[in-house]
């Protein structure tokens, strides 16, 4: 597995934000549903996204096993200004990452992280509360084929 060390850059986009635990099953769950209400917006709105579906996972806690998600589209500037009600006008994350693309099912990317996470500890760097992920893949990609790209930002 490749991990490289990149410089994310800002894009603006559109987001939902969600609570959910860190339970793999919840994620899913709370994935989907986020993603529905995305893509709903997107659709009613008129807005054409800029890029790839993105997830930003932030505000992990250990002790609640709770974690926020910002689950959105990079899109235009001017689109920003179409956000409303549960729906966030932001920029995607930027500056100094890891990355490494993830090949297949979306339950097997806490293995990819765990792989970041211990690459991270074997050269020093702290491992962070937040991370996110690009879906590459359009939508009907058969499981075993999708690519995931992962970051990790280091401080």
Excluded: C
């Excluded at 986009?13 to 209400?37: C, H, I, K, W």
């Excluded at 500037?77 to 920029?91: I, N, Y």
């Excluded at 500890?121 to 359009?138: D, T």
Aim: no cysteine; hydrophobic share 35%.
């Amino acid at each position: 597995m490749l991990i490289e060390t990149v410089e994310a850059e800002t894009r603006p986009m559109l987001y939902v934000s969600r609570s959910t635990s860190m339970n793999p099953q919840d994620v899913a769950a709370t994935m989907g549903e986020a993603f529905g209400a995305i893509g709903a917006f997107i659709d009613k709105s008129g807005v054409i996204p800029a890029g790839p579906p993105l997830a930003f996972y932030h505000d992990w806690d250990e002790g609640t096993g709770r974690m926020t998600v910002d689950v959105g589209f990079p899109v235009a500037p001017r689109d920003t200004t179409k956000a409303t009600g549960d729906v966030h006008a932001g920029q995607t994350p930027s500056g100094k990452a890891l990355k490494t693309v993830h090949h297949g099912p979306y339950p097997k990317l806490s293995e990819t992280y765990g792989k970041i996470e211990a690459h991270m500890k074997k050269i020093g760097l702290p491992v962070p509360s937040a991370a996110w992920e690009v879906y590459v893949s359009e939508p009907g990609t058969p499981e075993d084929d999708l690519l995931t790209e992962i970051y990790m930002p280091v401080a």
